[in-house]
């Protein structure tokens, strides 16, 4: 003690008071320490409020600002005893006292921060609400001796946090206002012990009666939903109860800002935290249940939140995931409030490029709920936007997704204008995605056929292969045309057309066979199918006579042989029975056996030799007198068709064939060395044009590649010896319930050791089938 300190208070005590106040010995200084607390009563009770002034000023800055230990520990025994000795008038006092002690609470002293502790909990117990007036900064410096490693620092800190709780308890005019910013900065720490501080001071203020902590929910709940991540157990299970209550709450509350809320927790939707995402979408389950109509401007965000864990691995995730997008779809479906339609669908589409199937499903289940729910414009407006990816999605792996997809793209496509859009869109994915025409077109044109009516699919199909305005590519066009010429003769979904096509006594069904007729010339063996289905016997006939005028290659060759195969099956029954009657089908039978001598001696050609040599009275066939108005549909049995121009049929089917070779003139030579080498790297290509995989649909590729190995051998020289090689393929078009699932391709075509064979059979017989 230096004599300026001694001066500066003109001797209110004795200097051997202060001295023992900072003594070594304990029972010194609290000796001392009751001294000074009597002193302060005397000089309070005669009004010497100088004096008291002076001695805490003393206190506070010669002793607790002190750098000696032991003067800060007598400086902060010395203020408490002064708040003691002033007793209720203490808190006239209390902005110089609290302070100097509050700096103690930083001190690197271990026994100054609990002297601090000791200090500051003495004073509360004096001045008890009036305390408050520093409740912040008390708050925040015991928030931070939570978290002391002196065990002995900690219990004290916790022993004045529990008077500190009954304080604020007690007190009804407690400043919440100014206490939740700190709580919302503070919410954030990482430490286990600060954590467990803070969940205990939220549970304690939501307690309280009259403190609405509700109301300020939104500015701590993310720290919250954070601390849910703590490794610590009992640090997430306080914490998640103390979020369950607060969602009780919720139940009953009034003007609650699901706004705030929903948006954060949206972002733990998605956590890796598992506990914390569970805990999240139950939220959002109770925002949606509770809210109800409220939620309606937030439901894009909560969906998008959502959708992502319908596939969980946790199965409580996905149970709750699920249970919240029923809900969620539920009140967007029923609610009379207008729905943010464009943010719904954008996130929708966003999830179908999602790994989850059930995702994917969601998503266009959504899609579907919000087309049926718009006004009659439906959801239009927005096609440019979900039609990439609705398209898209055609390529999934899954057929659940692929099949849902179909039914929602046929239902947005309700009209004609969106229906054309809607088959031109299918064009151009197929030319784009060579592979999916092949693995999936079956399907998906099927699909389609089951959701809108399959002759307006066929129609729209046919027309746009008929354009003039950006023709697709031939080589494409003849594969599609095979394809849907395959599923017009042989699915369920065809029934119907093909029952109409066969008698054509309408005037549409005549004019459907006209519009297919034009885009089946694409593919001479798929038109020559669809004349055996109309019973148009004696056009077939001339139809073959204009075979010998286009260039017969391998690919047309292989048509043939897979429309022999078409005629075994159970769909070309009813033409089979037709043979038992020569002198009523006489132009059927011309048509076979032109069909016949088209063909090479392959298994194809001893199938359909087979077929027709079995009926005993085809040799008598040139001596049975016709009948008139019959031989299948003609003009004369079937007036109608004098609607029909055949010969400009014919015609067409000419232009066509000749553009497509001139079309294969153009195309680069490669020689034949190159072309077997890129036979075999564009068999496995999953992607890429027509022009340079040179696949085929159904399953068949194997199968030309030999043919077309065996022309190239034929070309410069006769087949060498030894080259039969007898290779069934099968022919699989992916097509699940076809009737002609399982059709063996024919071998290629035997060679012994002394014939060659021409590849192009009617070069050397040019038949006239016409009449």
């Known amino acids: 003690m230096n004599k300026s300190t001694s001066s500066s208070i003109d001797q209110p005590i004795p200097i051997i008071l202060f001295k023992n106040l900072t003594d070594k010995n304990t029972d010194k200084r609290k000796a001392a320490a009751q001294e000074v607390e009597q002193l302060i009563r005397d000089l309070y009770a005669n009004d010497e409020q100088q004096q008291i002034r002076q001695i805490i000023k003393v206190l506070s800055n010669d002793y607790t600002d002190s750098s000696q230990g032991n003067n800060k520990k007598g400086g902060l025994m010395g203020l408490a005893s002064v708040a003691i000795g002033l007793g209720s008038n203490a808190h006239q006092y209390i902005q110089t006292i609290i302070p100097p002690?509050?700096?103690?609470?930083?001190?690197?002293?271990?026994?100054?921060?609990?002297?601090?502790?000791?200090?500051?909990?003495?004073?509360?117990?004096?001045?008890?609400?009036?305390?408050?007036?520093?409740?912040?900064?008390?708050?925040?410096?015991?928030?931070?001796?939570?978290?002391?490693?002196?065990?002995?620092?900690?219990?004290?800190?916790?022993?004045?946090?529990?008077?500190?709780?009954?304080?604020?308890?007690?007190?009804?005019?407690?400043?919440?206002?100014k206490f939740i910013p700190l709580l919302r900065e503070r919410v954030y720490v990482i430490n286990t012990y600060c954590r467990q501080f803070l969940v205990g001071w939220i549970v304690v203020l939501d307690s309280v009666p009259n403190i609405d902590i509700l109301v300020h929910l939104p500015k701590f709940l993310?720290?919250?939903?954070?601390?849910?991540?703590?490794?610590?157990?009992?640090?997430?299970?306080?914490?998640?109860?103390?979020?369950?209550?607060?969602?009780?709450?919720?139940?009953t509350a009034e003007n609650v800002d699901y706004g705030s809320m929903v948006k954060i927790v949206i972002a733990h939707c998605t956590s890796n935290d598992e506990f914390t995402r569970l805990r999240a979408i139950t939220w959002i389950n109770e925002f949606i249940i509770v809210g109800r109509e409220k939620l309606i401007a937030f439901s894009p965000a909560i969906l998008n939140g959502l959708l992502s864990s319908l596939n969980h691995q946790s199965s409580e995730i996905e149970q709750m995931a699920s249970l919240s997008t029923i809900n969620l779809h539920k009140l967007v479906m029923t609610t009379q409030q207008d729905i943010p339609i464009a943010e719904l669908l954008q996130f929708s589409t966003q999830h179908l490029s999602s790994q989850s199937v059930q995702s994917k499903l969601s998503s266009l289940n959504w899609i579907l709920m919000l087309h049926n729910k718009a006004n009659s414009s439906g959801i239009s407006s927005f096609l440019a936007d979900i039609y990439p990816p609705l398209l898209k999605t055609l390529s999934d792996?899954?057929?659940?997704?692929?099949?849902?997809?179909?039914?929602?793209?046929?239902?947005?496509?309700?009209?004609?204008?969106?229906?054309?859009?809607?088959?031109?869109?299918?064009?151009?994915?197929?030319q784009s995605d060579s592979q999916l025409l092949r693995t999936r077109g079956n399907f998906i044109i099927r699909q389609l056929c089951q959701f809108l009516s399959p002759e307006l699919i066929f129609r729209r199909f046919a027309n746009l292969i008929n354009s003039d305005e950006n023709p697709p590519n031939p080589e494409f066009t003849s594969v599609l045309v095979q394809s849907l010429n395959l599923i017009l003769l042989t699915s369920d979904e065809c029934v119907d057309i093909r029952r109409d096509l066969r008698d054509l006594t309408t005037s549409s069904s005549r004019d459907l066979f006209q519009i297919l007729y034009k885009s089946w010339a694409h593919s001479p063996a798929s038109l020559f199918s669809l004349?055996?289905?109309t019973q148009v016997y004696e056009h077939s006939c001339a139809l073959l006579s204009k075979f010998s005028e286009i260039e017969i290659n391998v690919n047309f060759l292989m048509e043939m042989d897979r429309l022999v195969q078409l005629l075994e099956s159970p769909k070309?029954?009813?033409?089979?029975?037709?043979?038992?009657?020569?002198?009523?089908?006489?132009s059927l039978f011309k048509a076979l056996y032109g069909l016949l001598m088209i063909l090479p001696q392959s298994s194809a050609f001893e199938t359909l030799k087979n077929r027709l040599t079995c009926i005993s009275s085809l040799g008598v066939l040139n001596l049975i007198e016709k009948k008139e108005n019959e031989d299948g549909n003609n003009p004369n049995n079937n007036p109608g068709l004098k609607e029909i121009n055949f010969q400009e049929l014919l015609n067409h089917f000419k232009k066509i064939q000749q553009s497509i070779e001139t079309f294969q003139r153009q195309k680069p030579?490669?020689?034949?060395?190159?072309?077997?080498?890129?036979?075999?790297?564009?068999?496995?290509?999953?992607?890429?044009?027509?022009?340079?995989?040179?696949?085929?649909?159904?399953?068949?590729?194997?199968?030309?590649?030999?043919?077309?190995?065996?022309?190239?051998?034929?070309?410069?020289?006769?087949?060498?010896?030894?080259?039969?090689?007898?290779?069934?393929?099968?022919?699989?078009?992916?097509?699940n319930n076809s009737s002609i699932q399982n059709i063996t391709a024919p071998p290629p075509v035997q060679v012994n050791n002394t014939t060659s064979i021409n590849y192009n059979p009617l070069a050397t017989s040019q038949t006239n089938f016409s009449k």
Request: glycine fraction near 4%; aromatic fraction near 10%.
């Open 101 to 177: 002690v509050l700096r103690c609470f930083l001190d690197h002293d271990s026994r100054v921060r609990f002297y601090a502790c000791e200090s500051l909990f003495n004073i509360a117990k004096v001045t008890r609400s009036k305390i408050l007036y520093f409740f912040n900064e008390i708050f925040d410096a015991l928030c931070k001796l939570s978290a002391d490693l002196d065990p002995q620092v900690k219990g004290g800190a916790q022993l004045f946090d529990r008077l500190l709780k009954d304080i604020v308890t007690e007190n009804p005019n407690f400043d919440l206002e």
């Open 397 to 430: 792996n899954s057929d659940e997704v692929v099949k849902f997809d179909l039914e929602v793209i046929a239902k947005i496509s309700d009209n004609t204008e969106l229906l054309d859009k809607l088959i031109q869109n299918l064009v151009v994915l197929f």
């Open 669 to 735: 030579k490669q020689s034949y060395s190159n072309m077997n080498t890129n036979q075999g790297g564009s068999s496995g290509s999953g992607g890429g044009s027509f022009e340079e995989s040179k696949q085929l649909p159904y399953g068949i590729q194997s199968y030309i590649n030999n043919k077309k190995n065996a022309l190239s051998s034929s070309l410069p020289t006769a087949f060498p010896d030894n080259t039969n090689n007898n290779t069934n393929t099968n022919y699989n078009n992916n097509n």
């Open 572 to 586: 070309f029954m009813a033409l089979r029975l037709q043979l038992l009657e020569p002198e009523k089908y006489p």
């Open 222 to 251: 993310d720290g919250l939903f954070k601390m849910l991540k703590d490794q610590n157990k009992e640090i997430r299970n306080e914490v998640d109860k103390a979020l369950s209550e607060f969602l009780r709450e919720l139940q």
């Open 531 to 533: 004349c055996m289905l």
